[in-house]
């Protein structure tokens, strides 16, 4: 597998205030905000030099997200990765004991591409991202 860090998801309250955290840290809003109704989620990218992290907030009260900061509060929520095949490596990583918490759809914030989000207990969740 050929996987390369796309970016690192970040769970937040508000894409406002998590905007105006992490740009107090150098980060610079580089997307337009998204409302991924489908997920629950409102979305925004930020980078600082080659790191790029997402900003994701709960749209209700029943999305994952919401669920996610009751337990942990604003913290990372994911690490993305690139790959060149998602389907063969999500066969590679069910292998490797990862469970597939998703289908593989395209996601409206990273320009339709499909991705598809995976858990295993030692590492928690990833995202695959399909030739980002």
């Known amino acids: 597998m050929n996987l390369k860090i796309h970016h690192v998801g970040y769970a937040v309250d508000s894409i406002e205030e998590g905007i105006k955290t992490f740009e107090a840290l150098g980060f610079k809003v580089d997307s ?10 409102e979305i925004v990218f930020m980078s600082k030099g080659e790191m790029k992290i997402e900003l994701v907030a709960p749209l209700s009260v029943d999305s994952p997200v919401s669920k996610f900061l009751s337990k942990n509060g604003p913290s990372p929520y994911h690490i993305c990765y690139s790959t060149d095949d998602i389907y063969k490596t999500v066969d590679k990583l069910k292998q490797f004991k990862f469970i597939q918490i998703s289908e593989i759809e395209e996601a409206l914030a990273i320009s339709n591409k499909k ?10 969740i990833l995202e695959l991202v399909e030739g980002a």
């Open 32 to 41: 337009d905000t998204f409302n991924d109704v489908k997920r629950k989620v």
């Open 115 to 124: 991705v598809v989000f995976m858990y295993s207990k030692p590492i928690g």
